[in-house]
């Protein structure tokens, strides 16, 4: 949520501060030939806005920042539960950030719902790091463009809902591969 008033304002000159303060470490960062991957976060429970849960604010900063040793840390998990709060299109805001991306996060969960009846799932948290393919992440609109991407893609699963690791990277594997095979 945003605030008013001298709330607003005293949050802005942190985040300026803040921003700021990433300047030497990007520069010594890149000395060391090392890429800083800033993250795109989620709301933990629905309801939540954060100005660090919008991927383009994201983007935006990494672009601000204007250094090689930046990049953008696309959560796909978290893209899907900020683009359904805020009724946008996932695949547009993918697109809108893909030039920035470093490195990818896949996980899946159930979007940005208010309650749910899974078993061994908490009935209001959202970012629940489910393997891909188990939530409702529409994997069909952004596959494409996250197998043709050149950042890596680093699973992010939630142990207690990860099954055999050979298991997990095979069928994330061909997730992203359908669309793919699909065109052929």
């Given at each position: 949520?945003?605030?008013?008033g001298?709330?607003?304002?005293r949050?802005?000159?942190?985040?300026?501060?803040?921003?700021?303060?990433?300047i030497?470490?990007?520069?010594r960062?890149?000395?060391?030939?090392?890429?800083?991957?800033?993250?795109?976060?989620?709301?933990?429970?629905?309801?939540?806005?954060?100005?660090?849960?919008?991927?383009?604010?994201?983007?935006?900063?990494?672009?601000?920042?204007?250094?090689?040793?930046?990049?953008?840390?696309?959560?796909?998990?978290?893209?899907h539960?900020?683009?359904?709060?805020?009724?946008?299109?996932?695949?547009?805001?993918?697109?809108?950030?893909?030039?920035?991306?470093?490195?990818?996060?896949?996980?899946?969960n159930?979007?940005?719902?208010?309650?749910?009846?899974?078993?061994?799932?908490?009935?209001?948290?959202?970012?629940?790091?489910l393997?891909?393919?188990?939530?409702?992440?529409?994997?069909?609109?952004?596959?494409?463009?996250?197998?043709?991407?050149?950042a890596?893609?680093m699973?992010?699963?939630?142990?207690?809902?990860?099954?055999?690791?050979?298991?997990?990277?095979?069928?994330?594997?061909?997730?992203?591969?359908?669309?793919?095979?699909?065109?052929?």
């Open positions: 949520m945003e605030a008013s001298p709330a607003a304002a949050l802005r000159e942190r985040a300026r501060l803040e921003e700021r303060s990433l030497p470490r990007l520069q960062a890149h000395s060391l030939g090392i890429v800083v991957a800033i993250e795109n976060l989620a709301p933990m429970y629905a309801g939540q806005r954060r100005r660090c849960h919008d991927p383009i604010a994201v983007r935006d900063l990494v672009r601000r920042l204007d250094s090689p040793a930046a990049g953008m840390l696309l959560d796909l998990g978290h893209l539960i900020t683009a359904e709060a805020s009724h946008s299109d996932i695949a547009a805001l993918f697109a809108a950030c893909a030039a920035d991306v470093a490195l990818f996060h896949a996980h899946d159930l979007g940005c719902r208010r309650a749910v009846d899974a078993p061994g799932v908490d009935p209001l948290k959202l970012d629940l790091h393997p891909p393919g188990r939530g409702s992440l529409p994997w069909s609109r952004i596959a494409g463009m996250v197998a043709a991407h050149s890596p893609v699973l992010e699963v939630e142990r207690s809902h990860r099954p055999a690791l050979e298991v997990l990277a095979a069928r994330t594997v061909a997730l992203l591969d359908a669309p793919a095979a699909a065109a052929a």
